[in-house]
């Protein structure tokens, strides 16, 4: 209980997600083959497809075995090999050999196949892989980079883009920021969506005097100004470590710099006060919003009612359930949990059964967060009869037990020599995969032992 439902926002890398042009499609339909009287030899390597998913074709990373597979792929295949085509082998084998092998394998299909004029996304290939590779510095990506350069392909924001994704993907940030700043020193800077990728990462692994460093650097240097998804995650990242004053002064600085804080911004804002139980500046936030003419959205209520229920304030969270209704939105199950919590925190479990109740009369469908909040609470309160009834529920949906739920749940048991029924709740958070046999056998085991010291002390019956 207490933590903030993950369904509060979407995550910020969705802001940053695009697709390459570059890739063939991630998967591509199997149809079994049809019957035939005579059967392939079953050490040939599959056929590729013109398009598809880079399969594994090559099963060895020796490369005297890799030219032999594709000699005779090539060889087998009915139709011309495109570039498509070259590029899939190539990717398949990049997969499990070492990067000069994969260098060596594109110089013989080149040498075999006269017609395969390598481009950018073939280079590419190499690149990710030159990314991924173990290495203390940048030299085997920038030998691909001027590999590419030797073949008259100048790299472009595209080749930029793969090579601080691939280096991010391994945790590479330092090579990542290094290697973006020489590709912009030669007119390949990074665009909006590789830059605040970047930000991103730093923000994760890096203080923020680092990632502010970084920025300024890009802007002074090359021209690249931060806009509002790179604020939005600057404010995401410092209210995920509770320093509120300094998200409010970024949105100062991006008022500043011409951008205006959507509800993505001051919801994340919102989310920060709320982390730390403080429901009047969240409220704050909220005001604020409405002045600017931002309209709230059902993520902005949810944060809010969460909040003030966290903090004790249930009335006040219930006074914006009915602003939410008013506003054309409609409460959903993290609505409804939120304030059950709430009422639970403050000892009324049997008004956030109510709540249920209403809840269901209007349609919508309590979830397992909701059942778990209400058992903690119901326990909490020594309401175990009505505390069975819900768990009963719980077991006929085939929800699991929360942690907290089920540790409440076996020590209110145990407390009032219900020890079979512990036992069968134990069985059930084991079966039902809620927890593992050592954590659920373990509060179990502590449970008990409290109990029978209690009864040696005439605590318990």
């Given at each position: ?180 700043k020489e590709l912009s020193l030669k007119q390949s ?47 995401d990242n410092v209210c995920t470590s509770k320093n ?200 179990l085991e502590v449970t008990l032992k409290w109990l ?10």
């Amino acid at each position: 209980m207490g933590k903030i439902p993950p369904s509060f926002r979407p995550a910020i890398s969705n802001s940053l997600t695009r697709k390459l042009p570059l890739e063939p499609p991630t998967s591509i339909p199997h149809h079994s083959p049809e019957k035939t009287t005579k059967k392939k030899p079953p050490q040939h390597p599959k056929k590729p497809q013109a398009s598809g998913k880079a399969e594994a074709l090559f099963k060895s990373p020796d490369l005297s075995s890799a030219k032999k597979v594709f000699n005779y792929i090539v060889s087998t295949t009915k139709y011309s090999p495109d570039l498509r085509f070259h590029n899939t082998l190539l990717q398949s084998y990049a997969s499990i050999s070492t990067l000069n092998d994969s260098i060596s394998l594109l110089h013989h299909m080149i040498k075999t196949q006269p017609s395969f004029s390598p481009d950018r996304s073939t280079h590419h290939v190499l690149l990710s892989q030159s990314c991924k590779a173990p290495d203390s510095s940048l030299s085997a990506v920038n030998q691909i980079l001027n590999l590419m350069i030797n073949n008259g392909l100048k790299p472009n924001q595209v080749t930029t883009d793969i090579a601080i994704r691939s280096l991010c993907e391994v945790g590479r940030i330092d090579h990542a920021v290094e290697l973006v700043k020489e590709l912009s020193l030669k007119q390949s800077p990074p665009d909006n969506y590789t830059f605040n990728l970047l930000v991103k990462n730093l923000c994760k692994c890096r203080t923020l005097s680092t990632v502010y460093s970084f920025i300024d650097h890009m802007k002074s240097s090359f021209g690249i100004k931060p806009d509002l998804v790179t604020y939005t995650i600057l404010i995401d990242n410092v209210c995920t470590s509770k320093n509120l004053r300094e998200a409010m002064r970024l949105v100062g600085v991006l008022n500043d710099s011409g951008f205006k804080p959507d509800c993505f911004v001051y919801n994340t804002i919102m989310k920060g006060y709320c982390m730390l139980s403080k429901g009047s500046e969240a409220i704050e936030v909220y005001k604020k919003m409405k002045e600017e003419g931002i309209e709230p959205d059902l993520v902005t209520y949810n944060t809010l009612i969460f909040g003030l229920s966290k903090s004790g304030r249930v009335k006040e969270a219930k006074k914006y359930l009915d602003i939410l209704v008013e506003s054309g939105h409609f409460p959903d199950a993290v609505t409804y949990t939120s304030l059950m919590n709430g009422m639970c925190r403050e000892g009324n479990a049997l008004g956030a059964m109510v709540l249920l109740e209403e809840m269901e009369r209007k349609g919508c469908t309590p979830n397992s967060c909701t059942y778990n909040t209400l058992l903690h609470g119901l326990c909490k309160c020594r309401l175990m009869e009505k505390g069975m009834d819900l768990y009963g529920a719980m077991k006929l949906a085939g929800m699991k037990l929360e942690t907290a739920s089920y540790a409440t749940l076996v020590r209110a048991l145990c407390r009032e020599g219900r020890v079979a029924e512990a036992y069968e709740v134990f069985d059930y958070a084991v079966e039902s995969k809620s927890l593992t046999d050592v954590a659920a056998y373990s509060t179990l085991e502590v449970t008990l032992k409290w109990l029978k010291k209690a009864r040696e002390q005439g605590l318990a019956v």
